[in-house]
T-cell receptor
Framework: AQTVTQSQPEMSVQEAETVTLSCTYD???????LFWYKQPPSRQMILVIR??????QNATENRFSVNFQKAAKSFSLKISDSQLGDAAMYFC?????????????FGKGTKLSVIP | DAGVTQSPTHLIKTRGQQVTLRCSPK?????VSWYQQALGQGPQFIFQ???????QRGNFPDRFSGHQFPNYSSELNVNALLLGDSALYLC????????????FGPGTRLTVT
């Protein structure tokens, strides 16, 4: 079974600074998808960024980028120019790409605080 | 473009009762997944429905059941509620081929007393 580990329960960052959230995963599959979701206090889970394992290039979405290290099974999220609205729980998630792989497996999350 | 909607927002039930939660998928999506998120934890996969059938199930007892309607909306039913069933229940919709991300609704907060 796949597992996702987020080793940082809480992180904080100064407004306008950069922060990196860590995620490691364990899988025997060769092809899969990785995601970062943001869950603000409003509870709605919002997709931040997605990475396909077969792509070597790291995904980027505006101020959000990932460092995907397939051999190390590591998938960290970097948030640049942090804003107050970035404060939320961040979840790393894994999904297999094989037939019958439909579920997302989530880590326990990292609570990010942004200091004005 | 309507996103994923869920009802009700909050619900309080007594131990032993039964509950039904509802979800309407994002426009254009045909697959619905349900997740349980306990306080301070990441979401846990309950099951996924496609073509009105359950096509994958997580590690949840048979007390958890579901249904998908021809319009792709879905219901989650939980029988014989336990205190431990208190959680945020999230619905997510996606396309059937599974290659795209899942879009989540705002969730239903269930409290069992």
């Amino acid at each position: 079974a796949q597992t996702v580990t987020q080793s940082q329960p809480e992180m904080s960052v100064q407004e306008a600074e950069t922060v990196t959230l860590s995620c490691t995963y364990d899988t025997s599959e060769s092809d899969y998808y990785l995601f970062w979701y943001k869950q603000p206090p409003s509870r709605q889970m919002i997709l931040v960024i997605r990475q396909e394992a077969y792509k070597q290039q790291n995904a980027t979405e505006n101020r959000f980028s990932v460092n995907f290290q397939k051999a190390a099974k590591s998938f960290s999220l970097k948030i640049s120019d942090s804003q107050l609205g970035d404060a939320a729980m961040y979840f790393c998630a894994y999904k297999g790409a094989g037939a019958g792989s439909y579920q997302l497996t989530f880590g326990k999350g990292t609570k990010l605080s942004v200091i004005p | 473009d309507a996103g994923v909607t869920q009802s009700p927002t909050h619900l309080i039930k007594t131990r032993g009762q039964q509950v039904t939660l509802r979800c309407s998928p994002k426009s254009g999506h045909d697959t619905v997944s349900w997740y349980q998120q306990a306080l301070g934890q990441g979401p846990q996969f309950i099951f996924q429905y496609y073509e009105e059938e359950e096509r994958q199930r997580g590690n949840f007892p048979d007390r958890f059941s579901g249904h998908q309607f021809p319009n792709y909306s879905s219901e989650l039913n939980v029988n014989a509620l336990l205190l431990g069933d208190s959680a945020l229940y999230l619905c997510a919709s996606s396309l059937a081929d599974g290659t795209y991300e899942q879009y989540f609704g705002p969730g239903t907060r269930l409290t069992v007393t």
